[in-house]
Each structure stands twice: as C-alpha cells, then as structure tokens.
C-alpha cells in the first residue's frame, strides 16, 4: 500500500493584521528552509507548472505582506496563501494557509500538503523532519494544536476533529492541560512559551506496522483521559 504524510496547525478566532500573519509566515519559511533543499525558493500557484516557476515569492515580511493583503487572498478578516517549492512537477511540495480571522466557525491553519512517493518525500518523511516542521509550525504560528502524520492513518481511525487525533507527531498548546505520562519510547518535547511535542517513533511511522498503530491508540487513549483532545477553542478563553 503507498501511503502518504502531511502536516497541519491549527487555532481559532485569534484577530491579526496582515502585518502580524507576513511576520508569522517569514519566520516559518525560515525555520523550514534548512530542512529541504527545495524549500529556500517559494512559488505562487498558477495555470502551467512553467507558468508557476515564474511566480517567486521572496520570503520577507514585506513582500509576505503585500501577498497575503492581496485581494484574490482575503476573505473578510482573513488572509490566505498557498505556496509551493520545487524543480521539477514530480519533485514538488507545498504549504497554504490562512491567519488573523476572529471567525469561530472556521479555523486558522497552516498545512503541509501529502506528500507522495517522490525523493521530496523520501527526504522529508523522517522523524527528525517532520518534528522539526511541526516545531517550526509551534512556534512560528503559535498554535493551539498542530501535528504530521499518516493519511492513510487518518482515515483507519477516523475521527470527527483533526484536534482529537495522535499523529506521528503531535503539539498541544501548554493552555489545554499537563502532558500525562507517556511510554517510554515516546519523545516528549515541551517549547517554552508555546507546549508539547510528542513524538511518536524515530521510524517512519507506518499504518501497515502494527505496533506504530498500537503504540498511537495507546497515546491517544492517555492524552484523551487527561482531557487533552478538544476541539480547538476561542483564542485566549
């Protein structure tokens, strides 16, 4: 079975100027930079992949800004955005978003896109890096949850909200409560000034490996009895 991976973090009704959102951004595309080569060049979107190659984005605050307050990019209060990297149309990856929205009804959110079976991938789909972008996601955005992990995985388990859910690596702001014990194998991170990291297994994690399923229902079931998967709540309540 091929199986595919991502990453995403998430928070709710947290008002920001565009200004705020660009420096968030900057400083995300920064941290990410030096864990894949193709990952120091940003693209906007369009019709032709030649087309695309002609859209880069410089990774400052300031032209961050003028995309992000662009009007094909904002919807009411929120800003939105959707980059992507790459040499070639087999060897690409992404990232959108979107930030500063007091809405409750939907999310803020930045997301890493599946990744498939290409060296990307293979470069990429490692325990160090995927914790290393979903520890850039903490403390660039600040968000209330984040985590990368299997998609195949998250269809098995299936549950309502993607904040009820243990990936490979989970966050959870320090605001939702003290991390429980966990098994020993498990990496536990705390950010300060931000929250956990939990990962999981330094293996890639697989939903074909048994024990990687076990060991998730394990945590999840822990995280769960100490009140830790929520669904995301206004900011600062």
Sequence with gaps: MLETHSAGCYWLA??????????????????????EPTWNR??????????????????DAMTLAKL?????????????????????????????GSCGSATTHVSSHCILHSLGQSEVAKRVVTAPVMTSVVRAMALAW???????????????????MVENYVGWVTYLADFRGPVPPLPASV??????????????TQEKFTVSNPAHVALAADVQARLQAAGLLTPLRPWGT
């Design 187 to 200: 990496q536990v991170e705390h950010i300060p000034e931000r929250g956990t990291l939990i990962t999981l």
């Design 142 to 160: 600040e968000p209330e949850f984040a985590l990368a992990a299997s998609d195949q995985h998250r269809e098995l388990v299936a549950m309502p």
């Design 14 to 35: 947290r008002l920001e100027p565009i200004d705020a959102c660009a420096r968030r951004l900057e400083s995300f595309l920064g941290m990410i930079a030096p864990l």
């Design 68 to 96: 992000l307050g662009h009007k094909s990019n904002r919807f009411g209060d929120d800003s939105s955005f959707w980059l992507w990297a790459g040499e070639s149309p087999d060897e690409t990856s992404g990232f959108n």
């Design 42 to 59: 940003w693209h906007q979107t369009a019709a032709s992949f030649a087309k695309a190659r002609k859209r880069q984005v410089q990774p």
